[in-house]
């Protein structure tokens, strides 16, 4: 994406400019303005061990297995309606 950004390409440069470590899910509208995002450690918590980074970052337990489908699905109901 960076090297995109840099070659011009503006879908990249808005891109590039959000993007937060280390997964970021951006929301655009048809005219590419960011409506808004989640990021992967910010929104979703218990990151599973297999995949924690930096290393020895706390692991959270999770509760519920699908937390983090509710998560996203109402962040895409409160900004994109039902």
């Known amino acids: 994406m960076q090297k995109r ?3 011009g390409d503006e879908l990249a440069k808005l891109l590039a400019a959000q993007w937060e470590y280390p997964v970021e899910m951006m929301f655009l509208t048809p005219t590419g303005s960011v409506v808004s995002k989640l990021n992967s450690y910010r929104d979703f918590p218990g990151v599973h061990p297999d995949v924690v980074s ?11 297995e699908h937390s983090h489908t509710d998560i996203f699905l109402k962040h895409v109901s409160m900004h994109f309606g039902r």
């Not at 930096?54 to 519920?64: A, H, I, L, T």
């Open 54 to 64: 930096p290393p020895k970052k706390q692991n959270v337990q999770r509760e519920d």
């Open 5 to 7: 950004a840099a070659q």
